[in-house]
């Protein structure tokens, strides 16, 4: 219900007010970060009433920021952003939270003035310089500093190196049935195409353990998913080169039918040396019916990505048809 969704966001408000202000290095459960949310919120609203400055207006911009973040993502995201708190502790910085991010930073900077200041400007008197230095502590001793420094690094695979807009585009501009790999892992542009099945993607940890043998090449064996009544277009799979000079790789998968005659996925990518999206391509689908075995072929020195890092787990793949 609207009512449930609005207890959740005022939930997530406390959770998410004390979260960003304690910041990445202290770890605390969902429900002490509510806890300690309405405390701060308590200590926040007396130092609106008893300290009047100018800087308050800070503070409440700050706090109805964070509100009214937690409430559309409650209400419009209620399938994640539910009253079990399972977006809690924060996942980090992000697009869904970033108002909140903002609204932490007005809070900080106006309680420091508040603080620090009568009714002195950030630019005047010898407290501004104090507020800013408190401000610039809690930014580097809680962690945010660090936090900033990580996310500021420039994107690798499965981030980027993955998107097959440029070399698809003809495919594309033809109307036919197509799923486009795009950055980040996992998403596609689909036309008359679907993923079928599928192991790969941005937010999910990929494995590359050792697997190639002594001529530096690949040979493996795929599971095949039971998909009655599908057929397969393509199939993608994670590669990383064990040889980082290395700028393109081709493979092609062997599908064995069940009447014993046989069929092709080819493919190539460039590299990096992170990894990137292999995707293979078949001249025509295939039934999923009649496949009895499928094996994966690349004669270059690479790793295959696996979802698990076991010895023997089965590669990461993405099955893509209709």
């Known amino acids: 219900s609207l009512g449930d969704r609005v207890y959740a966001g005022l939930k997530y408000a406390l959770g998410y007010l004390s979260n960003y202000l304690a910041g990445p290095f202290i770890p605390i459960g969902a429900y002490g970060l509510i806890l300690m949310g309405a405390l701060l919120a308590i200590i926040l609203i007396l130092v609106g009433v008893f300290r009047k400055r100018p800087s308050n207006s800070l503070i409440v911009i700050g706090g109805l920021a964070i509100v009214f973040n937690m409430l559309i993502n ?46 002195a400007t950030i630019l005047t008197a010898n407290r501004s310089r104090f507020a800013v230095i408190l401000f610039t502590g809690w930014f580097a001793v809680v962690g945010w500093v660090d936090q900033a420094g990580r ?36 998403w596609y542009f689909e036309r008359g195409c679907t993923v079928l099945s599928s192991g790969l993607s941005w937010g999910t940890p990929l494995n590359f353990p050792a697997a190639q043998d002594a001529m530096g090449s690949v040979k493996l064996q795929l599971p095949v998913p039971d998909l009655p009544g ?93």
């Open 74 to 119: 409650a209400v419009a995201l209620s399938d994640s952003w539910t009253s079990s708190m399972n977006q809690l502790p924060g996942p980090g910085i992000y697009r869904h939270v970033i108002v909140a991010v903002s609204g932490a930073i007005l809070i900080i900077a106006g309680l420091s003035m508040n603080i620090l200041q009568a009714d």
């Open 151 to 186: 996310l500021n690094q420039q994107p690798v695979f499965p981030a980027l190196n993955v998107s097959y807009w440029k070399s698809m585009g003809p495919l594309i501009q033809s109307g036919a049935p197509v799923c486009v790999p795009i950055n980040p892992l996992g």
């Open 230 to 322: 599908r057929s397969v277009q393509a199939i993608g799979l994670a590669v990383k080169p064990m040889v980082p000079e290395m700028e393109v790789v081709s493979g092609r998968v062997l599908l064995i039918l069940k009447d014993g005659t046989s069929r092709e996925l080819i493919g190539s990518t460039r590299m990096s040396a992170a990894g990137a999206f292999l995707m293979l391509n078949a001249a025509v689908p295939i039934s999923m019916e009649q496949i009895a075995s499928a094996e994966i072929l690349i004669q270059a020195p690479v790793v295959v990505g696996r979802t698990a890092a076991s010895e023997g787990a089965p590669p990461a793949l993405a099955w893509l048809g209709r």
